[in-house]
Each structure stands twice: as C-alpha cells, then as structure tokens.
T-cell receptor
Framework: EAQVTQNPRYLITVTGKKLTVTCSQN?????MSWYRQDPGLGLRQIYY???????DKGDVPEGYKVSRKEKRNFPLILESPSPNQTSLYFC?????????????FGPGTRLTVL | GDSVTQMEGPVTLSEEAFLTINCTYT??????LFWYVQYPGEGLQLLLK?????DKGSNKGFEATYRKETTSFHLEKGSVQVSDSAVYFC???????????FGKGTMLLVSP
C-alpha cells in the first residue's frame, strides 16, 4: 500500500530535550516536505526536499533541522524543543515527474513540549 | 508571494443542505489548485484538483471550478452528509514547483 508513515504519532517532551520525528514514504517520490498545523494558522511549511541531499527552508524553519540521506526518509529534528513548537506535524511527499501530482500526507505527529 | 484565502469557519449545516466554501488566491504564475480534506484525527487527503483555467475538479459529490478572472476556486456540494464533517483546505501550487501554499482551513460541521 502506497503510504507516508510518521513516528511517533504522539509525543510529550520537555524543553531542551532533543527529539526526532521520522517520516518514510514507499512511493519513490523525489519531493518531501514537513508542515506544522496550528489553530487559526492552517498548515505552514517548515522544510522541504526536492531530492536526496537537497533540502531548503520553508516558511517557518527556525528551531528545526532536516536531512535527506535516502530517498524514502526525511526526518525532522528538534535540537532544543521549546513550548512554541507544540503543534501537529505532517510529512508529505510527491513525485516531481509531473508538476501537478498529488501530495500524499502522513497521519500526523502531535507534539507537546512542556 | 503566493497566498490563499478561505472563508472562516466553522460552517454549520443540516444534512442535505447546499455547501459553498469560498477560496480565492494570489499567485505570480499559472498555479494548479487543490482542495484537501482532513477528517478528525487524520492527515490530509486530496479531495479534488484543477490544473488550468475553467477546469472543474470533482469527487465524492464535491465540485470546484478554476476561475482565473476572479482568482477563485470555491468548493460546492449539493447535499452534504454528516460524514462530510471535516476541515477543508484550499491550496495552490505554482507552476514548476512542488511546494503547496495552503489556506487556513474551514471547518464544516453537518448535523443530522
């Protein structure tokens, strides 16, 4: 089954404790992206990757890091989480062979930083 | 830069009522337009899309027409069901890029 998976689905942590949210897709997509969803703000892009070893900042990259060492994986790293990073996070992927292809979203990771 | 503006919710309707959720956009190029739906506790799913002016996207009884002259992509459904209760996001992707720009979302609540 074609899908985007994220782990963990729920995470409660404390300020300053480094964490990683994993994202994996099995569709051989070149493009992957991270979004955060906050009430009243919709989805905002954090980082995206056009292909392996190619990443770029989205609209709200501060406090986050990403890496794209393999095509299928695109982890989101919070080196020193803060309470304002409490949010719902989504990973997404799409193919770049056609400019209008659908983006497939993961189920989301709800992060709480105390 | 690109932007998408959606009507604020929640939109509250009775079952079988007519639905319109307004969406307008600003883009520098010739964007593709999308509606995504998010059911409670789930990720986003593509509902429908249109890739050029005057295209009509449709799926599950929902429709939206790409209107370049009014820069709009309003979502409509003739008869909503309780199962349509969800958050709906309008989005655009400018030509040549894969990044989506989303509106803030509109919550739809349908009561029996």
């Amino acid at each position: 089954e074609a899908q985007v998976t994220q782990n963990p689905r729920y995470l409660i942590t404390v300020t300053g404790k480094k964490l990683t949210v994993t994202c994996s897709q099995n569709m051989n997509h070149e493009y992957m992206s991270w979004y955060r969803q906050d009430p009243g703000l919709g989805l905002r892009q954090i980082y995206y990757s056009m292909n392996v070893e190619v990443t770029d900042k989205g609209d709200v990259p501060e406090g986050y890091k990403v890496s794209r060492k393999e095509k299928r994986n695109f982890p989101l790293i919070l080196e020193s989480p803060s309470p304002n990073q409490t949010s719902l996070y989504f990973c997404a992927s799409s193919s770049r062979t056609s400019g209008n292809n659908e983006q497939f979203f993961g189920p989301g990771t709800r992060l709480t930083v105390l | 830069g690109d932007s998408v503006t959606q009507m604020e919710g929640p939109v509250t309707l009775s079952e079988e009522a007519f639905l319109t959720i307004n969406c307008t956009y600003t883009a520098t190029g010739y964007p593709s337009l999308f509606w995504y739906v998010q059911y409670p506790g789930e990720g986003l799913q593509l509902l429908l899309k249109a890739t050029k002016a005057d295209d009509k996207g449709s799926n599950k009884g929902f429709e939206a027409t790409y209107r370049k002259e009014t820069t709009s992509f309003h979502l409509e459904k003739g008869s909503v069901q309780v199962s349509d209760s969800a958050v709906y996001f309008c989005a655009l992707r400018d030509s040549g890029y894969s990044t989506l720009t989303f509106g803030k979302g509109t919550m739809l609540l349908v009561s029996p």
